[in-house]
């Protein structure tokens, strides 16, 4: 999975977006799936443990085998899901959770971690870390009001600053729209997080159509 995993449009749910519009999270990841995602993160800022996993475990049921299944966060999570069945790929984290080492330590060799990284010192850090990071994501691209603690919007030049020397796969995250998608893929990106673009929409599954078709264009594109 982690030679083949796909993080072109990458979801990031949000609970009470997808609440919102009387969906639960499996229920818009399916759509979303369908549509045209290829990775999915459970990421649950304020959900107790059991709740998580509960979570976890709805979304990995319903989640085709190719589309990776990765855990914001709470490596406990990871673990538990993990320890019941359920096919989950890995771990992401940021700069204030545990440290990489630790969290490879604990998820094993074979699990995908990724880290977000918002700065060239950080990037540095990721590129050198012998845990073995898989990927990075960089943001916040845009202004974005989904998470509270978002760094400055850098905008696509400043994405593209970040990315290209970075060393490892890049991931852009913070208010990305379809139009986006051509300059990340330009600017070195291997794929976009998408939270509100896709939890909060009327339909997840047009929406996710809209980022993946984006997605295949700059494609496209650049192969021509």
Same mark, same amino acid.
């Given at each position: 999975?982690?030679?083949?995993?796909?993080?072109?449009?990458?979801?990031?749910?949000?609970?009470?977006?997808?609440?919102?519009?009387?969906?639960?999270?499996?229920?818009?990841?399916?759509?979303?799936?369908?549509?045209?995602?290829?990775?999915?993160?459970?990421?649950?800022?304020?959900?107790?443990?059991?709740?998580?996993?509960?979570?976890?475990?709805?979304?990995?049921? +319903?989640?085709?085998?190719?589309?990776?299944? !990765?855990?914001?966060?709470?490596?406990?999570?990871?673990?538990?899901?993990?320890?019941?069945?359920?096919?989950?790929?890995?771990?992401?984290?940021?700069?204030?959770?545990?440290?990489?080492?630790? +969290?490879?330590?604990? !998820?094993?060799?074979?699990? +995908?971690?990724?880290?977000?990284?918002?700065?060239?010192?950080?990037?540095?850090?990721?590129?050198?870390?012998?845990?073995?990071?898989?990927?990075?994501?960089?943001?916040?691209?845009?202004?974005?009001?989904?998470?509270?603690?978002?760094?400055?919007?850098?905008?696509?030049?400043?994405?593209?600053?970040?990315?290209?020397?970075?060393?490892?796969?890049?991931?852009?995250?913070?208010?990305?729209?379809?139009?986006?998608?051509?300059?990340?893929?330009?600017?070195?990106?291997?794929?976009?997080?998408? +939270?509100?673009?896709?939890?909060?929409?009327?339909?997840?599954?047009?929406?996710?159509?809209?980022?993946?078709?984006?997605?295949?264009?700059?494609?496209?594109?650049?192969?021509?």
């Amino acid at each position: 999975m982690i030679a083949t995993m796909d993080l072109s449009v990458y979801l990031v749910t949000d609970t009470a977006q997808c609440a919102a519009r009387g969906r639960s999270v499996a229920e818009t990841v399916a759509l979303a799936v369908a549509g045209g995602v290829t990775a999915v993160q459970i990421r649950e800022k304020h959900a107790d443990g059991g709740e998580f996993l509960r979570t976890v475990l709805e979304v990995a049921a +319903v989640l085709p085998e190719q589309v990776a299944l !990765i855990v914001n966060d709470r490596v406990d999570v990871f673990l538990a899901a993990r320890a019941a069945g359920a096919r989950v790929t890995g771990v992401h984290v940021g700069q204030s959770d545990l440290p990489p080492a630790a +969290v490879r330590e604990l !998820i094993g060799e074979d699990a +995908v971690l990724g880290l977000s990284a918002a700065t060239p010192a950080e990037l540095r850090a990721a590129a050198e870390d012998p845990a073995g990071i898989h990927h990075v994501g960089i943001g916040a691209l845009h202004a974005t009001r989904t998470k509270a603690d978002a760094p400055a919007a850098l905008g696509r030049a400043g994405f593209a600053r970040l990315a290209r020397p970075s060393g490892l796969p890049a991931v852009a995250i913070g208010g990305i729209t379809p139009d986006d998608l051509p300059h990340l893929r330009e600017a070195g990106a291997v794929g976009a997080a998408v +939270v509100s673009g896709i939890c909060a929409a009327e339909d997840p599954r047009a929406a996710a159509r809209a980022y993946a078709r984006a997605w295949a264009r700059a494609r496209e594109e650049s192969l021509a």
